[in-house]
Structure formats: structure tokens, C-alpha cells
């Protein structure tokens, strides 16, 4: 729980006392409180520039879904892979790109990313500002595959 | 199919060619391109004023998760609840406040709200704009109870 903090306005209730519901606050650029700041991967040549930060799930919670929040700081991509577990993105900051098999799409803020299982697909940033997304998927899932 | 559209710029690829994969453009007051406003439930007293729509999952997906963009008019409220299910919130327009337990966490762009098996709570917008927010769940859930 120590990543977590709650923010009661009108409660001196701990997260504990509530049954481990929290807010996490937003914070500027685009931090949440008590959320750490974690690399996308380990680091390799098929990545740049892009963190994440998992505010939901894979920790005490039970949900079958983890919500994490990515963010491609500009001329960073994620890796061109597949995998048959699915996304969903909600774009929260910037301006960016992904792909989706052949096609391109430019993305900004609240357009939102359904990537079906074994779509290629990667996220790009080729604006001067950071690009960041909510990213959903299941809990349980597949390790991603490269395409090359 | 035909509730989602794809954009595609760079290519004529329809979502079914891409093996389902699709973004759905964000619109201007928080809507997306062909995703219908529901209600959020069936009329009852005990909710005012609060529209839903499904973003990602319940369709042709295979996500064990539901994302749904929920919206409260100036005034409104969801229902106050408890349920085994979890809820993970994402606030995206606006300002409101959250009920958990006994707390009242105010809510702005940003803020992200777990909520922890049966605890009671209820989304409320007292300010004189829109509040919207994301709301994550497993597409497997149970019904929730009132709070009375």
C-alpha cells in the first residue's frame, strides 16, 4: 500500500480504514501521487523514451484489468509488436501516432485505441511535447512479440 | 460493427481488415465518433442526471473488461452503492466529488479513484459544469445493492 496515498478532504480515514478504496491525486506533468515512474521495459533498441505508471490493479486490488498510464517523451516510440491479449488507450496528453498493422493514425487528446489481438502495432511520438495514454489490458495476459 | 468507426488517414483499411483494431475520434463536448449516449441505468429517483457510453469492451472485443465514459450535468448523481465488483476512475472533464464510505474526495482532471469491493459510493457533480470520467470494470460483475 505505500505507493498509494489517499487524499481525504472531509475524512481522517486511512485507505486501510476504507477498505483500500483511494484517490490518487493528479499532480502537474502529469504524475500521480505516490505513483512511481517506472521505464517501459528493459532497455533495448526496439524502444525509446517512453515511462509508465500503473495506477490501478496488480497490487492488493482483485480487478482482472490493470490500468497504466504511458507517456513517449518526443522522437520516442514503444515497441513494433503483437500479442493476442487486447488494448485500450485513451490519449490524456500531447499529440501522437500509432500504428495499426499498415495504417496510421494521428492521435490527441480523448481519442481513444481498440488494438485487436495480433495487430501489429506501436505508439510513436513525433511532436516536440510529451504523449500520454491510459493504457488498459487484462490482468493475465501474453508476453509480446516482436515484429520484425 | 457499426457502432465503431475507424479513421484511418494513411490507409483505406477497414476495422474488420485490421482484424478488428479501430480508434474511435474523440468529438467536441466529450463524445466519440459512433458511440451512442445511454442513460445510466433505467429511470429511478435514485440517480439524476448522468449519461453513459461504452467505450471499449461488451462488443465483438474479448477484453475481460468494460471501459464506459460516464458524464453528470451540473446537480446530478449516480446511485449510491455497493458492489463486490471494483471500480477504477479516471477523471477527464470537470469537477465533482466522490463518495467513499464515509469520505468525500473532491475530483478534477486527472484524479484516479479506486474503488474497493463493497464500498459504498456515489459520483456527484455540484459544480456548475459537465463532470466526466472514465470508468474501468470487469466485464464479468455483480449488480450492485443501494445504499439506503
Known amino acids: 500500500m505505500s505507493d ?3 487524499s481525504c478532504e ?3 480515514s486511512s485507505p486501510s480504514a476504507s477498505a483500500g478504496s483511494r484517490v490518487l491525486r493528479f ?7 505516490g505513483v512511481p515512474v517506472n521505464d517501459y521495459k528493459q532497455p533495448a533498441e526496439h524502444w525509446q523514451k517512453v515511462t509508465r505508471m500503473l495506477l490501478v490493479g496488480g497490487r492488493d486490488e482483485a480487478t482482472g484489468f490493470h490500468v497504466r498510464y504511458f507517456e513517449i517523451a518526443p522522437g520516442g516510440f514503444t515497441s513494433l509488436e503483437q500479442h493476442v491479449h487486447e488494448h485500450a488507450v485513451v490519449v ?3 499529440r501522437g501516432q500509432v500504428q495499426l498493422g499498415d495504417a496510421v493514425h494521428d492521435l ?3 481519442d481513444t485505441v481498440y488494438v485487436a489481438p495480433r495487430e501489429p502495432h506501436q505508439f510513436r511520438n513525433p511532436s516536440p511535447e510529451p504523449f500520454g495514454f491510459l493504457c488498459i489490458v487484462d490482468a493475465e495476459r501474453d508476453q509480446p512479440t516482436p515484429v520484425v
Open 27 to 33: 499532480q502537474p506533468e502529469f504524475r500521480w501521487q
Open 108 to 110: 490527441s487528446f480523448g
Open 4 to 6: 498509494f496515498s489517499s
Open 10 to 12: 472531509l475524512s481522517a
Open 92 to 94: 490524456l496528453r500531447g
